[in-house]
């Protein structure tokens, strides 16, 4: 199996996505704490956000580029909501939900702020997509 889906250089490979920072991927990861999968790891060493696709109405963020970050969203979610540090917050908010990866397993979800975060936090939320993989295919209809 591809680390990415196939036709992904086709949606995005614009040069304005293009990451020339991987050691601020690395040093965001260590910084976090996380063991990532090698399709997120791969994600964010080719690709830098935002990312905004019809098909998934969240803007995915980049992991350490531009004020509003996985890093910095995951750092405040740790505080504020008490998200242990295997999760990892990949989205802004929209409409009172988030995105976000369980690292440990590699699922996404769909957490809103009205009850969804309490049935994540006690391993109750039925994931969104099962590994981060699948999110991508279906983020980037591709």
């Not at 970050?69 to 540090?85: A, D, Q, V």
């Amino acid at each position: 199996m591809n680390v990415l889906p196939k036709k992904l250089d086709q949606v995005i490979g614009e040069e304005i996505y293009k990451r020339d920072n991987i050691n601020k991927v690395n040093d965001a990861l260590a910084s976090l704490e996380v063991d990532v999968s090698d399709t997120f790891r791969e994600f964010y060493n080719r690709f830098a956000g935002p990312f905004w696709e019809e098909h998934v109405p969240f803007e995915l963020l980049d992991i350490v580029d531009e004020e509003s970050n996985i890093k910095s969203y995951t750092l405040i979610s740790r505080k504020e909501h008490g998200f242990p540090k295997k999760f990892l917050v990949l989205s802004e908010m929209s409409a009172n939900a988030v995105l976000v990866l369980d690292t440990v397993t590699d699922k996404v979800y769909s957490v809103n702020f009205e009850g969804g975060d309490e049935l994540l936090l006690k391993g109750e939320l039925k994931e969104t997509w099962s590994t981060f993989y699948e999110f991508l295919k279906d983020y980037f209809n591709c």
